[in-house]
């Protein structure tokens, strides 16, 4: 229909695209606005919903962040997890750290762990921080850095010192 977001049209494709997808997520046919809806209609379907004043944006968006509020009042939030992982990605990007844990990919080993590779004959040892690598008495962000020095071209760190990823259980 046309009073769908682009937002809204996108979800119902991925839905349709496969069956056994459209089993796992239940499918929610927001309210259809029509185009002549007033604003002001819904400003306040956005106060009664979130319970705070709407934002001067656009239709598009009061629409979408509406229909967000009414799947997730019907089929509940994203769960305690989901939230957390949020949280600590936005303090990421904002460059601040309000909390405590901090995110870890699951491929790096546990603290004080050494990696061992040879390269042209000369090993190298990594030592695996809580917040990176060491190297050479250097602190790096990655692993990737790490091998981009010792070999002088862009590797994948993880795949350079033969870390895989865990598999993930079903």
Not at 23 to 36: G, I, M, N, V, Y
Not at 144 to 150: L, M, P
Request: proline share 7%; hydrophobic share 35%; charged share 25%.
């Amino acid at each position: 229909p046309d009073g769908q977001c682009a937002l809204e049209r996108a979800c119902y494709m991925r839905a349709a695209r496969s069956k056994a997808h459209a089993l796992k997520w239940p499918t929610f046919a927001p309210p259809q606005w029509p185009s002549f809806t007033p604003p002001l209609t819904l400003k306040a379907e956005w106060e009664r919903l979130l319970g705070s004043a709407a934002p001067n944006n656009s239709r598009a968006f009061l629409e979408a962040r509406i229909a967000y509020r009414l799947q997730e009042l019907t089929y509940g939030g994203p769960d305690h997890e989901t939230r957390r992982m949020l949280d600590l990605l936005a303090d990421e990007v904002e460059g601040v750290s309000r909390r405590k844990n901090q995110i870890a990919d699951p491929r790096n080993p546990v603290a004080g762990t050494r990696l061992i590779r040879e390269w042209n004959g000369v090993e190298h040892t990594i030592t695996v921080l809580k917040d990176g690598f060491e190297w050479q008495g250097r602190k790096y962000k990655s692993l990737s850095g790490i091998a981009r020095e010792i070999t002088g071209v862009r590797w994948n760190g993880y795949r350079f010192f033969g870390l895989q990823v865990r598999p993930r259980e079903v």
